[in-house]
């Protein structure tokens, strides 16, 4: 049985929020590690641009192994 598109969508969120949170809780024990301080609002806009680089990515592969996929119509 396929997935619906209502659990498609809801995969997709909980695999984004996911990896938010899990970039927040590595950046906040591993950034010291390196000598790097930052506040709590600096490691939540950290993990929204990575989180936004992390979709387009995604997005990206996704799209090319669709194309891989399907043969191109001639």
């Known amino acids: 049985?396929?997935?619906?598109?209502?659990?498609?969508?809801?995969?997709?969120?909980?695999?984004?929020?996911?990896?938010?949170v899990l970039a927040i809780v590595t950046q906040i024990m591993i950034f010291p590690i390196f000598?790097?301080?930052?506040?709590?609002t600096q490691n939540l806009k950290i993990g929204?641009?990575?989180?936004?680089?992390?979709?387009?990515r995604s997005f990206a592969l996704r799209r090319l192994f669709e194309?891989?996929?399907v043969?191109?119509?001639q």
């Open 35 to 40: 000598g790097l301080q930052a506040t709590l």
């Open 1 to 20: 049985m396929k997935q619906s598109r209502a659990m498609s969508l809801i995969e997709a969120i909980a695999n984004v929020a996911l990896g938010y």
């Open 48 to 56: 929204a641009i990575f989180t936004l680089v992390s979709i387009a």
């Open 67 to 69: 194309a891989i996929r």
């Open 71 to 73: 043969p191109r119509a």
